[in-house]
Structure formats: C-alpha cells, structure tokens
C-alpha cells in the first residue's frame, strides 16, 4: 500500500481539500481498550466538527484508526457527492 493508499493519509488529504490549513482544527479522535490486558479489542472513533463520522474496532489501535478512518472518508466522500 502505496503512502497516499493509507486510510489516515487518504482522511486527511480529504479534509485539507474541504478545510485548508486548519483542517487539524476539525478533527478529533477518541480511541479506548478493552478486554483482558492479553486480549484486548481497541475502539476508535474520529469526529469531523464534533460530528462522529467513523467507528472501527479492532485488535490494534493503529488498524482500529485505519478502519474508522477508512469509513470517515468513504462517509465524507458520499456526503460532498451528494451536494452537488
């Protein structure tokens, strides 16, 4: 996979064409585990202007955070179709 390919990249790349420079300043993510220390499942969610536009869960943070980013992104994507 390819640097542009990734989720996170591809969310933000995405975001600085709606937002310019201060696309930083929409976004949040909240992450959290839980489970047994030696089964844990990772959850992250990310929020565009307060709004929760991704959830994923996942045995690692960092796929957890791709997947919500992957469905932040195809969500955004759909919305700004919409609008045209």
Known sequence: MSNN????????????KIYGPS????????THSQGRPNDLTWHATVYIDDMNYGYASSSTVGNAQDRAAEAAYNYLRLERSSRR
Request: net charge neutral; charged share 30%; proline share 10%.
């Open 23 to 30: 696309a930083p300043a929409h976004i949040r993510w909240e």
């Open 5 to 16: 390919d990734h989720p996170r990249t591809k969310l933000n790349n995405e975001l600085q």
